[in-house]
């Protein structure tokens, strides 16, 4: 059940962190930066907080946080080890039901990926289907390290935003 604005600007910063910590994935870190942002005039505010907490964040933070995700139906997804949020959202999209030749392929993917830019890829799958997500990777395979690490955190800051418009009231 998603909170209202005043319950979550009441929270203690340790409970905020509780409660919202998991929004970056392992990453509790950029909670704790954005809960010193408070009070939020509302939940838009919360949003650009938290974006704000990891775009602020030094180089090597932010390459942490893009590699504290998971591999789109990698082998965290198949061993069931990755976030609640990630779960829900990879099953959204069906990453969960691939058959045997698009694991396959998403493996592949991963790989090519991950041994280019040295990250897993990031897609932020609510709302997408695996066909756009796998045109995505083909699309963004080619592209300079340096856009695709700024693709990939605008990409976390939409997750952010879907995980947060879940949790907290408008």
Known sequence: MPI?????????PADFVARFGDVAEHSPWVADIAASARPFASREAMIEAFARAAGTASP????ALIR????LAG???RAGTMAEDSKREQAGAG???LTDAEYARFTALNTAYRDKFGFPFIFAVKGATKTMILDAFEARLPAAAEAEFETAL???HRIFRFRLEDRVAP
């Open 95 to 97: 990453l969960d039901t």
């Open 68 to 71: 504290a995700h998971p591999d």
């Open 154 to 156: 605008a990409q976390i």
């Open 4 to 12: 209202d604005i005043a319950e979550v600007n009441a929270l203690a």
């Open 75 to 77: 082998r965290a997804a």
């Open 60 to 63: 090597e933070a932010r390459l």
